[in-house]
């Protein structure tokens, strides 16, 4: 018999804090609309410069992929989308795994930084797949493409002026690039102010994503930073 949302919303969100995962669990959005059995998680307002920004949400407990997205925009010059993987049936454990990474950008010309929130809803994987097809047709030429690519991602809350968040790829993987992004886990869009409390400048050294955080107590004290880092695997 399937538990009631509520009952397994609250039942995550129990493990979560007990795994030590900072995530919220709430079905204030979209993310679970369809889907029978689905777990809500929140994410917090991120923070969307004129360049745009990418952050990353996972589902806060193993055996669990996302199958449904959501979002809430500050402005609504803020467009909002998520990076899914190829594959068909299109769908949950094809195009999306544990995580989904959100991309916001910009398409107006509004003074100063937006946000946005995202969601995610996770169900438990099953396995199973779509029907294979069955006409004849040329096969493609070229290779399907692989998960040569992994994020490591390290959150860290903002409790003093100034820090520093180190990333390092896994032993036998390189350093391909990386992002960063600021976020406020508030209840509402963070003001203009908390907006431009939290500065990061990213560099690489030794093969490692370094980025120096400052603040200004506007932060207030559900300020977080994430900083990923994209590893290739070794050929």
Known sequence: MRAPRA????????LAAAAGIG???AGAADECKGLRTCLPVQGPWVV????GVE??????????????????VATRDVDVSFHAETGSPVGPGVTTRR????EAARSGSTAGPSSFQPFIGCIPTRGGGGRALTSVAAGPSGLKPGQPVRSIVV????RSRAFAVRVVCPSGSRLIGSTH??????KSAPSQAM?????????????AVVARVTATSTAGPRAEVQVRALCARAQ
């Open 99 to 102: 995580s989904v990474v959100f």
């Open 155 to 158: 959150r860290r809350p903002v």
């Open 48 to 51: 969307v410069p004129s360049g």
């Open 7 to 14: 009952v397994a919303t609250l039942a995550v969100a129990f």
């Open 55 to 72: 952050y990353e949400l996972a589902c806060p407990l193993p055996g669990y992929i996302v199958a449904g997205t959501d979002a809430r």
């Open 181 to 186: 992004a600021v976020a406020f886990r508030e």
């Open 195 to 207: 907006l431009g409390a939290v500065a990061v400048s990213r560099v690489v050294v030794g093969g």
């Open 23 to 25: 995530v919220e669990a």
